[in-house]
């Protein structure tokens, strides 16, 4: 048979064949995930050689390229076939991009943002934390590391010079661009959320997260942070994770980050 002939044949098979299996879609190489199929689109990700994403059963050709339709942290992601290889799922290939949990992250100080002394002790916290507090900074976010640390900055601003608290309130700030900035730190009682700052951590992802998730290097930071927290004592085994709204009268993290962490370990409403 010829080229164009065998190509609609094979393409016939492979959707029989996906459409009655869990199948992933793992990536040849390094490749964008889009939030529609074609370059046009926005990058919601990068999708690492060897990770793998739930294919969603349905193949679409934009420009004569074949796009995979892939579920990506709960929502809808497409990836140009060209890069991807498909098999039957099983629990270690069904995973979103590296979860980025082993051993402890590198945190930017105090002194290398160039943070603002508090304006009085604050004081530590009673007991090691329970519970991880998941916030968003409800603003623009930032991609590189200036102009994190001038975010990060703006908000210990604000809480200073507005709210009049002695101290950016968060425990830990976290960018797009994968650089985690330390707040008030894993000892210290915060400001994050309101009648909870002593039996938990605030940790904020800077950015506003009502319509998209925070990117994968954010993702990877914060779920580092956690790890780290724990495997140090500095978070019990057991605690609870929950998102601002869960104990508040507000939106934060945002719409689609608060669905993305009900999925994770340890959630709790």
């Known amino acids: 048979m010829n080229v164009l002939v065998r190509f609609f044949f094979l393409f016939y098979i492979y959707q029989i064949n996906y459409s009655n299996a869990e199948e992933c879609a793992c990536a040849t190489g390094n490749v964008h995930i889009r939030s529609g199929a074609g370059v046009s689109h926005a990058i919601l990700g990068?999708?690492?050689?060897?990770?793998?994403?739930?294919?969603?059963?349905h193949l679409t050709t934009v420009s004569g390229t074949h796009w995979a339709h892939v579920d990506y942290h709960g929502q809808d992601g497409w990836i140009s076939a060209t890069y991807l290889t498909f098999r039957t799922c099983s629990l270690s290939t069904a995973h979103t991009p590296s979860s980025g949990?082993?051993?402890?992250?590198?945190?930017?100080?105090?002194?290398?943002?160039?943070?603002?002394?508090?304006?009085?002790?604050?004081?530590?916290?009673?007991?090691?934390?329970?519970?991880?507090?998941?916030?968003?900074?409800?603003?623009?976010?930032?991609?590189?590391?200036?102009?994190c640390i001038r975010l990060v900055q703006s908000y210990q601003n604000y809480h200073m010079d507005t709210h009049g608290w002695p101290d950016i309130g968060y425990s830990?700030?976290?960018?797009?661009?994968?650089?985690?900035?330390?707040?008030?730190?894993?000892?210290?009682?915060?400001?994050?959320?309101?009648?909870?700052?002593?039996d938990g951590l605030g940790f904020c992802v800077m950015g506003d997260f009502t319509s998209h998730v925070p990117n994968d290097l954010a993702i990877n930071a914060l779920k580092s942070l956690?790890?780290?927290?724990?495997?140090?004592?500095?978070?019990?085994?057991?605690?609870?994770?929950?998102?601002?709204?869960?104990?508040?009268?507000?939106?934060?993290?945002?719409?689609?980050?608060?669905?993305?962490?009900?999925?994770?370990?340890?959630?709790?409403?």
């Open 101 to 147: 949990t082993s051993g402890c992250p590198s945190i930017v100080s105090r002194s290398e943002w160039h943070a603002r002394p508090p304006k009085h002790p604050i004081g530590p916290l009673p007991a090691v934390p329970g519970n991880v507090y998941i916030h968003h900074g409800a603003t623009p976010g930032c991609h590189n590391k200036a102009e």
């Open 172 to 198: 830990f700030i976290v960018g797009e661009d994968g650089n985690i900035y330390e707040g008030r730190g894993w000892n210290e009682i915060g400001a994050h959320t309101y009648g909870h700052n002593y």
């Open 46 to 57: 990068t999708l690492p050689t060897d990770s793998c994403l739930a294919f969603k059963g």
């Open 226 to 269: 956690i790890a780290c927290g724990v495997n140090s004592g500095r978070i019990t085994q057991n605690y609870v994770l929950k998102g601002h709204r869960d104990v508040g009268q507000t939106s934060c993290p945002g719409d689609k980050f608060y669905a993305l962490i009900q999925t994770w370990p340890h959630y709790h409403h």
